[in-house]
């Protein structure tokens, strides 16, 4: 049951997104005993947007990492390469089937914008095509998508601790190739844009699939009722409710 604490509004919001973020992370974790099984749909290199990297390190999770770009596939490839927990595919999800350009920068013109996002790839040309960027910047390249639920198959795979999705704009089409219930998530993480139908979408598929959706920075949360139980010690400690060792003396 979710109630009401009062009002708080802090002076600067999105120094709290991280951290609540890790808070789910290890909430996931202590709900599972640290055994947490991720799908990931755009793992991108593997190093970049969630922190998921240390946990398939320290933390035993495992996990099946799926990412299209050629380029940034090799680099996730090497960062996995002496994991026997974790194993990753080089093609795209969708609702459906068949070869489809994949859009990115090219290295040169990533060199020359810092700010984009490193190794960012969509099947939407206009994700990429941002003001200054030329044609001659951008690079396409045919890639092979498949379902999601033919790949679930075909591995033997009927369920996901977490499910993590970021594919430029292409979620929605990615939720719709598989049964996001079927695999019974504690916690979804879908990397998409408020106010827009894409996202309306994803919303209504996590609702559906019995989470209740939440906003955290970039992220749309999908939450199982009464699965993660965040430890209180550890928000208070976050919120610096601590005491030292002088003051509970005092």
Not at 219 to 236: C, Q, T
């Amino acid at each position: 049951m979710i109630r009401d604490l009062g009002p708080y509004v802090p002076k600067r919001p999105y120094k709290l997104n991280p951290p609540i973020l890790a808070m789910l992370l290890n909430g996931l974790h202590d709900h599972h005993q640290g055994r947490v099984f991720v799908l990931q749909i755009g793992a991108g290199n593997g190093e970049a947007d969630l922190p998921l990297l240390q946990r398939f390190r320290e933390d035993g999770w495992s996990g099946l990492l799926i990412e299209p770009q050629p380029q940034t596939f090799s680099e996730l490839e090497t960062l996995h390469a002496d994991s026997d927990r974790v194993a990753v595919l080089n093609f795209g999800i969708s609702d459906i089937s068949g070869n489809l350009p994949l859009h990115s920068l090219n290295p040169d013109a990533e060199s020359r914008y810092p700010r984009a996002p490193r190794g960012r790839a969509s099947l939407i040309r206009d994700r990429i095509a941002t003001p200054g960027v030329t044609d001659e910047d951008i690079q396409s390249v045919e890639v092979p998508f498949l379902r999601m639920d033919t790949v679930l198959h075909e591995l033997g795979i009927d369920s996901a601790q977490l499910v993590v999705i970021n594919v430029g704009g292409h979620e929605a089409q990615a939720l719709n190739s598989f049964d996001l219930s079927a695999l019974d998530p504690s916690l979804v993480l879908i990397h998409s844009t408020p106010g827009t139908a894409n996202e309306d979408t994803c919303v209504a598929t996590v609702i559906a699939a019995g989470s209740t959706p939440f906003r955290v920075a970039d992220w749309l949360v999908g939450l199982a009722p009464s699965r993660l139980s965040v430890p209180l010690e550890e928000l208070l400690t976050f919120f610096h409710k601590t005491l030292g060792a002088s003051e509970i003396e005092a």
